[in-house]
């Protein structure tokens, strides 16, 4: 990045950041009780199933409503029960608590709206996605929450941003399949942190992580309850999927053989859907286990496979033939950035790795004289924002108290499209 674009950038996001003590924790926790206490579902948060730019899912967890609920949604400005659209309940496994889902289509794009349930709650808003990436816009992004303090400290971070969507690459919770109260308490804490300085909640994008499943990997559907009963709109059918922004953005969402094996089905399904988008501006692939790990074992050792081995075999070549712009990797607990990479070595022309998933989780990584492929790495907690402005992306990552980590470029990659060379 040359200085003048450094300058802009930080200049346009650090306005939000601050300090993150103790009494800020306090004043947010006041806020939360208050928003509580006029009725505002402790569990709501906002979610796609569909395209960003028309869509939104409005989704909490709550006692059954034997009478229903619906969500009254206007623009902002108009009577709010322009859009009334009746909720579907769903069990909440382990309690007696349900799912309650509305999705809301038809919308304009790059517009504010509002919502009330039942047209008597707080009028809650949120903006849609723009139809063309024209004008710049930003989400965060991170993995490896956890419910503790650190976690909720980079959820204020995170919301001071002002992103269009927080995505997250898996272990949310940490519920293992197991824990109602800790799945819950993920909810709490987006759902109570994750407003914008507007007042308008946050849209969450997720992956499954192995802190999702009861036994990590190799698992079934029905040993992630709590993951799957308020996220499979999106993954109904499997555990691996693509959100595409209107034609300008597509998040392609990977298991990392949790649930889905790596290799076969979901494989052939990757290189599909990553040719089909070959005229893509921005194609980001989000997976939880890194293809280049920096903490874990990269090689094999005592007859184990090293961490990502998979990855690198089945999902690096089909990234570099069809030129992802950029890999968000997680599960380590550490921040990295990797040098561009192809073939597993340092390439101008190859693809930038990031992240490591450090939100609420923490380890030492290994250093990049230790491990050539990696360019930086710190022991931080951290998310990390990614500003889209035309054909460059910026990336800057954030340690909870607001310090800037790291910061870098990307540009749009050239795609291989059918028939004529990349």
């Known amino acids: 990045m040359n200085s003048l674009d450094r300058r802009t950038f930080m200049s346009t996001t650090l306005g939000g950041l601050s300090m993150f003590a103790t009494g ?6 006041e806020r939360d009780s208050k928003a509580n206490a006029e009725g505002r579902p402790d569990t709501l948060f906002l979610t796609w199933q569909r395209d960003p730019t028309t869509t939104m899912t409005v989704q909490w967890v709550a006692p059954a409503a034997p ?23 769903s069990p909440y496994p382990m309690t007696n608590l349900k799912v309650f889902r509305a999705e809301l289509t038809g919308l304009t794009p790059g517009t504010e709206y509002q919502f009330q349930i039942n ?26 929450c956890d419910v503790n303090q650190h976690a909720i400290a980079n959820n204020i971070l995170a919301a001071k941003q002002n992103p269009m969507f927080t995505l997250i690459g898996g272990d949310l919770a940490y519920d293992n399949g197991t824990s109602v109260e800790r799945s819950l308490s993920f ?50 059918e499997r555990t691996f999927a693509t959100l595409d922004f209107g034609d300008y953005l597509s998040l392609i969402l990977l298991d990392t053989g949790h649930i889905a094996p790596i290799d076969g089905e979901q494989t052939a399904w990757l290189d599909k859907v990553l040719a089909e988008r070959a005229e893509r501006p921005h194609v980001i692939a989000v997976n939880h286990v890194p293809a280049y790990p920096s903490f874990r074992k990269f090689e094999a050792e005592g007859g184990k496979a090293g961490t990502g081995e998979l990855n690198r075999t089945q999902w690096v070549p089909l990234f570099e033939r069809h030129n992802v712009d950029v890999v968000l990797e997680h599960h380590d607990h ?26 609420g989780k ?18 931080a907690y951290h998310m990390t924002l990614h500003r889209f402005e035309g054909e460059q992306r910026f990336h800057m990552a954030l340690q909870e108290n607001g310090r800037v980590i790291d910061i870098c470029t990307t540009r749009k990659r050239p795609r291989r499209v059918a028939g004529r060379k990349a």
């Open 187 to 236: 909810l709490r804490n987006y759902s109570q942190h994750m407003i914008d300085s507007e007042g308008r909640l946050i849209p969450m994008v997720v992956g499954i992580g192995n802190h999702e499943v009861k036994g990590s990997y190799g698992q079934t559907r029905k040993e992630s309850p709590f993951y799957l009963a308020v996220h499979d709109g999106l993954y109904a």
């Open 24 to 29: 800020t924790l306090l004043l947010a926790q």
């Open 334 to 359: 550490t921040f990295k950035r990797t040098h561009p990479l192809k073939d597993g070595m340092v390439n101008a022309n190859g693809i930038l790795y990031l992240g490591d998933g450090s939100w």
């Open 362 to 379: 923490l380890r030492s990584p290994a250093s990049p004289e230790q491990r050539p492929y990696l360019a930086k790495t710190s022991e």
């Open 67 to 89: 009478e229903g609920a619906t969500v009254d949604c206007a623009e902002r400005g108009k009577p709010v029960a322009s859009q009334t659209v009746a909720t579907k309940q």
């Open 119 to 144: 047209n008597q709650s707080p009028v809650h808003r949120f903006r849609t996605m723009p139809a063309k990436a024209t004008d710049s816009f930003q989400f965060v992004s991170g993995g490896d």
